[in-house]
């Protein structure tokens, strides 16, 4: 399970920096710092991420 998690959270991440990286590329100016990881990015992430527990991606549902 702390695979999963950790799957589940390394994607999220990724999401939100290919979001950043979009944006730029788009000419909006935009830090780094100014990332932040909120529930949609887990949500999508748990959508492309099947954890081997089914519960999880259950109980992010119920958030």
Same mark, same amino acid.
């Given at each position: ?10 994607e ?6 290919r /979001? ?7 000419g909006?100016a935009? #830090?780094? @710092?100014?990332?932040?990881l909120?529930?949609?990015y ?5 959508e492309?991420?099947?954890? /081997? %527990?089914? %519960?999880? #991606?259950? @109980?992010?549902? @119920?958030?």
């Amino acid at each position: 399970m702390g695979a999963d998690l950790a799957a589940v959270c390394r994607e999220a991440a990724t999401i939100a920096v290919r /979001e950043h990286v979009q944006a730029q590329t788009e000419g909006v100016a935009a #830090a780094v @710092e100014d990332i932040v990881l909120t529930q949609a990015y887990f949500k999508t992430a748990l959508e492309e991420i099947r954890p /081997e %527990n089914a %519960n999880l #991606a259950e @109980e992010a549902d @119920e958030l």
